[in-house]
């Protein structure tokens, strides 16, 4: 039994803190033993969607995660962009604030919904906060925040919050 690999992420405080994503290898390796080790059910009696994921395309998923995925890429990706760590209402956030180089820009905020992940924006984000690198005018830009709330942490167990807004964030 592998030991429960360390968090990602640094603990949240009231405080915003700029930090660099670097998952250990260890956690890489540990999720790759695990797809390995998956025990499938057996074939559906239909070929279609009608009762869940057809058995060949989760085996086919699974398989690209386990030996394909590269995923130090999409750490480097991420890590493209300015990441940051706060507590906001007694939960942990994760977000990215990118700054347009367009002091005009306008704020927004780009959130997603569960099952979501940051991946929805990734290719979105420069031509947001940068449009005239894309074929757009610098009347169109953006300052983005995005939310990473797969990586938020859990709220107290005793359900108590400490709601302070976050400091450091212009």
Do not use: C
């Not at 360390?6 to 260890?26: D, G, K, T």
């Amino acid at each position: 039994m592998s030991k429960e690999p360390e968090s990602l992420i640094p603990e949240a405080s009231e405080q915003v803190r700029l930090f660099h994503i670097s998952v250990p290898q260890e956690a890489v390796d540990d999720l790759r033993a695990r797809l390995r080790a998956i025990r499938f059910p057996n074939e559906q009696p239909v070929k279609d969607w009608s009762q869940g994921v057809p058995l060949a395309q989760a085996k086919a998923l699974l398989q690209y995660w386990e030996s394909q995925y590269d995923w130090r890429r999409f750490e480097t990706e991420l890590n493209s962009f300015p990441n940051f760590r706060t507590s906001i209402d007694g939960l942990g956030i994760h977000f990215i604030h990118v700054r347009s180089p367009h002091p005009d820009a306008l704020p927004i905020v780009l959130t997603h919904g569960w099952p979501g992940s940051i991946v929805e924006f990734m290719k979105v984000i420069q031509p947001l906060s940068n449009p005239t690198e894309y074929g757009g005018h610098a009347q169109e830009s953006f300052r983005l925040f995005r939310d990473l709330d797969f990586l938020t942490s859990q709220p107290k167990p005793d359900g108590t919050s400490t709601a302070s807004p976050p400091h450091g964030v212009n």
